[in-house]
């Protein structure tokens, strides 16, 4: 059972364009974090969110964690092809110290 | 650089053999996590370690299975391969009860013929 949904699957857009990835699931979550992920490579951590309502900047990337701690988007300003990658977000069961992955989205910034 | 290592990187084994795969945690941390992630999809949660015990588990059969030793590096086991098994296997390591985020290691990527 998937408990994370991430949308879109796929993306393919210009330089310069600005993108926002969802991460929504029916289920609360302790924290929620952001990984970037390349081929052959295991996934890099870029972002973990903990309270509700947060909002983490780092530099053209905006992260929020929904109210209730059930969603989460990843806000891309003035994509770049650096950028492209997989995009995954995975949330901490509460009380535990495990993590659900999204299904990931695959991103493709052309030049 | 997360300071989590695996061994080894790639590997081809042959359908009902055996294989073990290995992960150096990032130093001080005492919990570790493996997932499975098949080809264009997030990883699957295997099973975690603390303290050298299992501490919950996914939806993975028996013939996948653990160890953690007392430096904190650990052992993922797969016993009798099936095709489905090729994938890419990931450790994760992270301090429990410090609110420490989990660190991923490279990966060890399998193939079974």
């Known amino acids: 059972t998937q408990l994370l949904e991430q949308s879109p699957q796929f993306l393919s857009i210009q330089e310069g364009e600005n993108l926002t990835v969802y991460c929504n699931s029916s289920?609360?979550?302790?924290?929620l974090q952001w990984y970037r992920q390349e081929p052959g490579e295991g996934p890099v951590l870029l972002v973990t969110?903990?309270?509700?309502?947060e909002v983490k900047k780092l530099k053209r990337l905006t992260f929020q964690f929904g109210d209730a701690r059930k969603d989460s988007s990843l806000h891309i300003t003035a994509a770049q092809p650096g950028d492209t990658g997989l995009y995954l977000c995975a949330g901490e069961k509460v009380g535990t110290y495990k993590y659900i992955f999204g299904t990931g989205t695959r991103l493709k910034v052309l030049a | 650089e997360t300071g989590v290592t695996q061994s080894p990187t790639h590997l081809i084994k042959t359908r009902g053999q055996q294989v073990t795969l290995r992960c150096s945690s990032q130093?001080?941390?005492?919990?570790v996590s493996w997932y499975q992630q098949a080809l264009g999809q997030g990883p699957q949660f295997i099973f975690q370690y603390y303290r050298e015990e299992e501490n919950g588990r996914g939806n993975f059969p028996p013939r996948f299975s653990g160890l953690q030793f007392p430096n904190y590096s650990s052992e993922l086991n797969v016993n009798a391969l099936e095709l489905d098994d090729s994938a890419l296997y990931l450790c994760?390591?992270?301090?429990?009860?410090?609110?420490?985020?989990?660190?991923f290691g490279p990966g060890t990527r399998l193939l079974v013929l």
């Open positions: 130093s001080g941390h005492n919990t």
């Open positions: 994760a390591s992270t301090l429990r009860n410090a609110q420490e985020t989990q660190y």
């Open positions: 289920s609360v979550f302790s924290s």
């Open positions: 969110v903990v309270t509700g309502g």
